[in-house]
């Protein structure tokens, strides 16, 4: 008997003027050490599939089945005490937001010690070590702090395997891995999805990949539904799927994975810079409680960091969780106040300008943020949240703003009847959007993007990064790209700075990073590019920090020109070509 089986699932949801049908006759199994994976883009119902198995859709949703049936039961006639049972101990899931999955008033010990003593008889003292145990499982060194820790002050990466120790803390029979990676920088995404293999054949577990990612499925799984609308497209082995897809859109997702972006055209260089940062930084004081008394530290988020951003060009800002990329972003539009540096917007310093002074050139300087579920206001329509810049700006009649907002949401593909939703009636992917939207209505000259394609699909993606280049192109837009999709950011970009431990430790045309990267961490973050067919598997291996540290290039003062210095330091080594190495004689 398969370990989740599902026939002809049908769920639909209620809303203002009817009803919206999320899944339409979706029937699959998945057998004991299985991996399933479930691709398709943003709304085509994946998750809401796997939701109803567990019972979690809300109170809209009205679903119905031949059979939904996990470990023997019938999840649809399940009482209150099957359904317990079966959260945790038959499936547990990982979510595709993890900040959003954790409580944020509770520690991430007391959280997966409730879970435990939820499904198995456990003192506390016992589930207390048990978390830990499960934390150093997955990779987490530090575990007893961490168990003392909040959600907030862990980074996406370390929050996501936070996450997965919870959902391995019942010894569930099938994981589900909705989305896990989305929002992980490319070598944190590499170690999450070994991870994820790993304690999968340790614990003998079943496996549904739930993602949009391509890459994803090629690492992961054995067998893929490629869903569409709500329906099953194509499944198949996944040598197949790749090899030999039978369905059009199938093939239209293949093609997405190999679509390029032609660079920008070339520009006048000696032109005064859309975006230039000048040693820009940022310390943070630590308290750390010893007893009675606090002792405090600094931590350096950035170090000084030098990044030009020329008009009309896109420069990429790549590097792992904790790097200090997303904080240079937010101290580039002031949403971060820097500890010391400068910030030129258009040649004019507005790293000391009052609020006042500063609302003036908001205009000309916005932000898409990482996680578009905290960035909407919930109690806003989708035409107010993206026409609530021209209302600031004091830009148009009510009407005007409406119009255009309505205007932008058809520009960034989604129908203009969806103005009167909420940002919680939308696919992760097309709340994404709509962030994208509220950024561009003001037509700013720069757009720092923090993720902006994190959360969508490979054939929604192409669209966007395509509307970003014809912006580009129409407005003279200059971006500061935040990205950890490497694919993207080769195929979008002029130029890629690299951003290790809060320094730049590369910098080159965007040609030269991929083609002669001479950083290590540079060629870590390469060789942790998912696999772009399943037969390119590999096993890869992670360098420590030492190692990293200890192959810092080294040259020569003869090479260099310049005096011996042990410490590692930013040095040209062709034209444009910046690295971070240690001079010695």
């Known amino acids: 008997m398969p370990l989740v089986e599902i026939e002809d699932l049908k769920v639909s949801f209620s809303q203002y003027g009817g009803r919206v049908d999320a899944v339409r006759g979706v029937s699959f199994t998945v057998n004991e050490g299985e991996s399933l994976g479930i691709v398709g883009e943003s709304g085509s119902g994946k998750s809401v599939s796997c939701s109803a198995l567990l019972r979690l859709l809300p109170a809209t949703a009205r679903v119905s089945a031949k059979a939904i049936r996990l470990d023997g039961i019938d999840v649809l006639k399940a009482n209150k005490e099957d359904l317990v049972r079966l959260r945790g101990r038959a499936a547990a899931m990982i979510f595709q937001d993890p900040m959003t999955a954790f409580d944020p008033v509770f520690t991430i010990g007391h959280q997966i010690v409730e879970t435990i003593q939820a499904h ?40 996501q395997r936070a996450m997965i120790a919870m959902a391995l803390s019942c010894r569930p029979k099938v994981l589900i891995a909705d989305e896990p990676t989305t929002a992980l920088d490319v070598t944190i995404q590499a170690q999450i999805l070994q991870l994820i293999k790993k304690v999968q054949a340790e614990f003998g577990m079943a496996l549904i990949m739930i993602t949009h990612d391509l890459g994803v499925i090629a690492e992961t799984v054995d067998r893929v539904l490629v869903m569409y609308g709500g329906e099953v497209m194509e499944q198949g082995p996944v040598q197949q799927i790749f090899d030999a897809p039978q369905h059009d859109y199938t093939r239209t997702l293949l093609a997405s994975l190999k679509t390029g972006f032609d660079p920008s055209a070339d520009e006048d260089m000696t032109a005064t810079p859309a975006l230039e940062l000048r040693g ?3 310390v943070y004081r630590v308290g750390r409680r010893a007893g009675l008394f606090t002792n405090h530290s600094e931590f350096h988020a950035v170090r000084p960091v030098d990044i030009v951003v020329p008009r009309n060009r896109i420069v990429g800002l790549v590097g792992e969780s904790g790097s200090g990329k997303t904080t240079t972003g937010m101290m580039a539009m002031r949403l971060t106040e820097p500890t010391g540096g400068q910030i030129l917007v258009n040649g004019t310093d507005i790293s000391t300008m009052g609020p006042a002074e500063l609302k003036s050139f908001r205009r000309s300087m916005q932000i898409v943020f990482q996680d578009s579920y905290s960035a909407l206001d919930p109690m806003m329509t989708l035409s107010q949240i993206i026409a609530e810049p021209l209302h600031i700006h004091g830009i148009g009649t009510a009407r005007e703003q409406t119009e255009k907002a309505l205007d932008w949401l058809e520009r960034v593909g989604l129908p203009r009847n969806f103005g009167g939703r909420y940002s919680h009636e939308l696919s992760g992917g097309q709340r994404q959007r709509v962030a994208i939207a509220r950024a561009l209505i003001l037509g700013p000259t720069v757009l720092v993007a923090d993720e902006p394609t994190s959360a969508l699909d490979v054939t929604v993606k192409a669209q966007i990064i395509g509307l970003l280049k014809q912006l580009q192109a129409e407005m003279g837009l200059s971006m500061l790209f935040i990205s950890h999709d490497l694919s ?49 598997r590999r096993a890869r291996s992670f360098l420590s920090a030492d190692e990293l540290e200890a192959a810092t290039p080294r ?22 070509h910046r690295v971070e190495a240690i001079v010695t004689t």
């Open 280 to 282: 820009l930084s940022k």
């Open 120 to 159: 198995r008889q456990l003192s506390k003292r016992d589930a207390l070590a048990e978390a830990e145990q499960l934390l150093l499982r997955v990779e987490i060194k530090n575990a007893r702090d961490v168990l003392g820790y909040y959600p907030h002050q862990l980074s996406g990466g370390m929050l």
């Open 488 to 536: 993207t950011v080769k195929s979008l970009t002029d130029t890629v700075v690299v951003m290790y431990r809060g320094r730049v430790v590369e910098q080159a045309a965007t040609q030269a990073i991929f083609s002669e990267p001479q950083h290590p961490y540079t060629r870590a973050l390469l060789d942790a590019i998912p696999a772009d067919n399943p037969a390119n």
């Open 555 to 576: 040259y020569t003062t003869v090479q260099t020109g310049l005096a011996p210095n042990a410490t590692p330091q930013l040095i040209s080594i062709a034209p444009d």
